[in-house]
């Protein structure tokens, strides 16, 4: 199975960046990947890392060393939309196991 | 594309009463997943459908789950009789194929409060 960890909540002001951590374990990788998530919503995917290095997608990078087995997500240029759940997910084994999330708060 | 459809989006029972869940997959979509995700937690695979057959039911409680894939389209999953422990979003996601080539597709949720 996965063990995931990620912190509970992050607070951050409107225009910042901010770092969210993964800690992973895990057989048999198969890729890591990030998930948002608004309150009430469906997760909807982010990002995917499969080698290590650091992939970016506009605002959102995320970084993956398969050798430490972390990753981060990176949010650049903060807005109060992007106050969601960030979810870190591993697929092992070819079944993809959730972390339990990190609270990301917005402020102006 | 239409996206995974899921109904109903709440539901509120007693606990020992029964319950369904429905969900569309994307069409073309083979691998459907059931997640449970209680409140305050990350989703938890319950049961992964290979067309209509299962690939993954490990951590699904058959005691009182049950879940089907009839003719590799729609799937519905079954609670009975509920407890409170079973109050969670069931959320269900679709993709092309197993692997992670394929990305995940997640529906709404049905959100199950058990009283």
């Known amino acids: 199975g996965q063990n995931i960890d990620q912190p509970t909540e992050m607070t951050a002001t409107e225009g910042a960046i901010v770092q969210i951590n993964c800690t992973y374990q895990t057989s048999g990788f198969n890729g890591l990947f990030w998930y948002q998530q608004h309150a009430g919503e469906a997760p909807t995917f982010l990002s995917y890392?499969?080698?290590?290095g650091l992939e970016e997608k506009g605002r959102f990078s995320s970084f993956l060393s398969r050798s430490k087995g972390y990753s981060y997500l990176l949010l650049k240029e903060l807005q109060m939309k992007d106050s969601a759940s960030y979810l870190c997910a591993v697929m092992g084994d070819y079944k993809l196991s959730f972390g339990a999330g990190t609270t990301v708060t917005v402020r102006a | 594309e239409a996206g995974v459809a899921q109904s109903p989006r709440y539901k509120i029972i007693e606990k020992r009463q029964s319950v369904a869940f429905w969900c569309n997959p994307i069409?073309?979509?083979?691998?459907l997943y059931w997640y449970q995700q209680i409140l305050g937690q990350g989703p938890k695979l319950l049961i992964q459908f290979q067309n209509n057959g299962v690939v993954d039911d490990s951590q699904l409680p058959k005691d009182r789950f049950s879940a089907e894939r009839l003719k590799g389209v729609d799937s519905t999953l079954k609670i009975q009789p509920a407890k409170l422990e079973d109050s969670a979003v069931y959320l269900c996601?679709?993709?092309?194929?197993?692997?992670?080539?394929?990305?995940?597709?997640f529906g709404s949720g049905t959100r199950l409060t058990v009283v």
């Open positions: 996601a679709s993709s092309l194929g197993v692997g992670s080539n394929y990305g995940y597709t």
């Open positions: 890392n499969v080698l290590d």
């Open positions: 069409s073309g979509h083979a691998t």
